[in-house]
């Protein structure tokens, strides 16, 4: 949607709820600041690469575990 089709229906709106989209749109705002590139849930994809090593034997039933397996 472009930024005119978006102003458009904003306008089309009664002027209190054209209020409330302002309230939204600030919230979302400043929601975008206070969340950096390094803040979002999950971190950059890829920076810990090479970095961790899981053995061969990851999937492998673990000796404890076998009584509860049979």
Not at 54 to 70: A, G, Q, R, T, V
């Amino acid at each position: 949607m472009s930024s005119a089709d978006l102003f458009i229906k904003i306008n089309s709106l009664p002027a209190e709820m054209r209020k409330e989209v302002e309230a939204f749109l600030e919230r979302l705002i400043k929601r975008s600041k206070s969340e950096g590139p390094d803040k979002r849930k999950g971190g950059v994809p890829g920076l810990a690469q090479g970095r961790i090593v899981i053995s061969d034997d990851f999937d492998e039933p673990l000796e404890d575990f076998k009584p509860y397996m049979e």
